[in-house]
C-alpha cells in the first residue's frame, strides 16, 4: 500500500498514471499547493524541497518504517522496481528508459513548466515577449526530439511501454497551451493519441480532478498572499 501527497498537476498525474497501470493499491493524501500544504513540517520532513509528489510505501520490502520518496522521477523508479513492471532488467534496455526519465526531468518538466509560467504571466510584470519566444521555441525543439524518437521506435525507450512514457505524456496534453501545433510532430501525435487512449492512462490523468480550484474566486487578501508563498522564494533559513 502507498500513500501518494499528491495535486491534480502533470507532475503529479505521472505518478498517478504508473499506479493505475499497475493497479495496485494507493491512498491520496491532497497536497494543495496553491494554498501552501507543501511547506508544512510534516511535508518537509518527507520532501526537503517542498514539492510534490511525494510517495510512501507502507509496507517496504525490507520489512523497516514506511519510506518517503520524493522526485517522480526517483518514485516512478522506486515503485516499478518494486512491484516488477514497466521497468526492463537487461541493462541496456534499463538504461534507455533511464535516459528518458532523466531527459523529463531535466529537459520536458522544467522547459514547459517556464513556458507556461510566461504565457500565463502575459504582461503584468512587463514586456516578457522574450521569455515566451525563449521558452515556447525550447518546447517546440523537445517536441521535436520526442517526434524524431518516436520516428525511430514505438515508444521512447524502445519497442516496449515504460514508465519513460508514463513521465513524459502529463507535460504534453496542454500543447496548444504551450504554443504547439500538434499536427507539425507526425510521430509524436501517434504516440500521443495511443497513450490517451490507454485506460489506465486515463484514469491516473483524472485523479484528483475534484481537487482543483479556481483561485480567481478567492478573496483578493488570499490571492495576494498564494502569490506572495508562491513566487519569487528564496532560500528558506536553517531551523533554529
Not at 507526425?186 to 500521443?192: A, E, Q
Amino acid at each position: 500500500m502507498y500513500d501518494l501527497h499528491y495535486w491534480p498537476t502533470p507532475n503529479g498525474k505521472k505518478v498517478s498514471i504508473l499506479l493505475e497501470e499497475l493497479g495496485v493499491p494507493y491512498n491520496v493524501i491532497p497536497c494543495n499547493i496553491g494554498r501552501g500544504d507543501q511547506f508544512t513540517p510534516e511535508f518537509l520532513k518527507m520532501n526537503p524541497n517542498h514539492r510534490m509528489p511525494v510517495l510512501v510505501d507502507l509496507s517496504p520490502k525490507d520489512g523497516g518504517e514506511p519510506l518517503a520518496i520524493f522526485e517522480s522521477g526517483a518514485i516512478m523508479l522506486y515503485v516499478a522496481e518494486k512491484e516488477g513492471r514497466f521497468l526492463p532488467q537487461e541493462t541496456r534496455k534499463r538504461y534507455a528508459v533511464t535516459e528518458w526519465l532523466i531527459w523529463q526531468m531535466a529537459n520536458q518538466g522544467p522547459k514547459s513548466g517556464e513556458c507556461g509560467h510566461f504565457r500565463r504571466l502575459g504582461d503584468k510584470q512587463g514586456d516578457q515577449s522574450y521569455a515566451v519566444r525563449r521558452f515556447t521555441d525550447e518546447v517546440n525543439r523537445l517536441y521535436g526530439v520526442l517526434n524524431n524518437r518516436l520516428y525511430e521506435s514505438k515508444y521512447l525507450a524502445g519497442e516496449e511501454y515504460t514508465i519513460a512514457d508514463m513521465i513524459s505524456y502529463p507535460w504534453t496534453v496542454n500543447w496548444k497551451a504551450q504554443g504547439q501545433d500538434i499536427e507539425e510532430f507526425k510521430y509524436f501525435k501517434r504516440w500521443f493519441e495511443e497513450m490517451g487512449a490507454r485506460p489506465g492512462v486515463q484514469r491516473g490523468m483524472a485523479v484528483g480532478a475534484n481537487l482543483s480550484e479556481d483561485t480567481s474566486k478567492l478573496p483578493p487578501e488570499e490571492q495576494e498572499r498564494r502569490a506572495r508563498l508562491l513566487y519569487n522564494q528564496r532560500a528558506r533559513p536553517v531551523p533554529a
